[in-house]
């Protein structure tokens, strides 16, 4: 088995979304200055994610979606007709580069882990993408283009885990009614895409966990145990991608979900002794500081290396030199640590009870 592999590029380093739009902060180089400054990136583990040509993009996108995203890049006009240039999806100049590397990261992932092994693409998991236009911030759906190049490898068993905050639609699109992807996702109830009800199961191929605003630690861990790991373990999949948005920490500012950080590591740890091969992309997350600080604990955990309980100063100032247009502004943990506190609380009434009909759902399925 391979060593494991984090997937980067130079074009995430200076290139937004636009001033005003909420990926206009810095993810990629945050979590990728982060990991080299405290020693757990060398060059062996980082690769160059290449540009995937138009024609893989066509495993799940139209060619003429794919074209009109070329298109856009060159003239820098709007494409109604496909999404292209809306307040969500604007056109900006990276606008077909930045997500086809995003994808040629995945496929890349996806070779690295054919013997077996761990790959990380953090600027991944852009699981909103549709076949026809661009949808959610997401240009290309890098996870199905993924999760279809490990089956078009010949793999069997795919276990898709999504803890984005939002519900991946375009992945459920994909998928739908398959007998070889599992998608399982927690998502914020009533928030967009409003998609992914307790009782819709994708043609038997998904479980959809909508969880309440103030979602915690302590209701993660239940739906981890409960729902997650158990459901994943009886399928035993051949190959595990799992989508690590850190959108669902409390600092976020498009989510009321309020985890810590720490769930993204144990989301982790869990799911890599499940399967001999483990896909980790990145996804939501739109608090520069939350983001950078969630998915370097996640390297650190795919890569085993301890997490400092305090950064060493030349490693915060990679967090205090960040800046956001936001009012809200990190406290001086936030800027001195990686890991959260932990943040528990009492399992809901609706957590409880969609863990039980969930849990009697499998039940049923088992006979």
């Known amino acids: 088995m391979s060593d494991p592999i984090f997937i980067g590029a130079r074009i995430y ?106 790959a990380y693409n953090p600027g991944g998991g852009t699981h909103h993408g549709l076949p026809d236009r661009a949808n959610g911030f997401c240009y290309v759906n890098e996870p199905v283009l993924t999760i279809r190049h490990l089956l078009g490898m010949g793999l069997t068993r795919i276990a898709y885990v999504d803890i984005d905050a939002h519900h991946c639609d375009g992945v459920a699109v994909a998928f739908h009614g398959s007998d070889q992807v599992q998608m399982i996702s927690f998502h914020e109830d009533k928030r967009w895409p409003f998609t992914g009800a307790l009782s819709d199961d994708a043609g038997g191929a998904a479980i959809n966990i909508p969880v309440p605003r103030g979602f915690n630690d ?14 994943v373990a009886a399928q035993k999949p051949d190959a595990i991608y799992l989508q690590c948005g850190a959108d669902a920490v409390t600092e976020d500012p498009l989510s009321r979900l309020t985890l810590s950080n720490r769930c993204h590591v144990k989301a982790v740890k869990a799911l890599q002794a499940l399967s001999p091969r483990l896909i980790v992309s990145g996804g939501g997350g739109y608090n520069p500081w939350s983001v950078g600080r969630a998915w370097a604990c996640v390297w650190a955990t795919l890569a085993g290396h301890d997490i400092p309980d305090v950064l060493p100063i030349g490693v915060a100032k990679i ?23 932990p943040r528990d609380g009492p399992v809901s009434e609706q957590v409880q009870d969609a863990v039980k009909a969930l849990s009697a759902r499998s039940a049923l399925k088992g006979r």
């Open 13 to 118: 380093r200076g290139s937004s979304y636009g001033p005003h739009h909420p990926l206009s902060i810095p993810r990629v180089p945050t979590v990728t200055d982060l990991c080299r400054a405290l020693g757990w990136l060398p060059d062996t583990h980082f690769r160059t994610s290449p540009c995937a040509k138009p024609t893989a993009l066509t495993g799940f996108h139209t060619s003429a979606y794919v074209a009109a995203l070329q298109r856009a890049e060159v003239t820098q006009k709007a494409d109604l007709a496909f999404d292209l240039g809306t307040l969500s999806n604007p056109v900006f100049p990276e606008v077909y580069r930045r997500p086809a590397t995003a994808a040629g990261g995945g496929l890349l992932a996806a070779e690295h882990v054919r013997a077996g092994g761990v």
């Open 319 to 341: 967090l205090r030199d960040l800046r956001w247009t936001r009012k809200a502004q990190p406290s001086e943990a936030m800027m001195m640590t990686l890991l959260d506190p």
């Open 218 to 231: 302590t209701e993660f861990d239940l739906i981890l145990n409960e729902v997650i790991l158990p459901s």
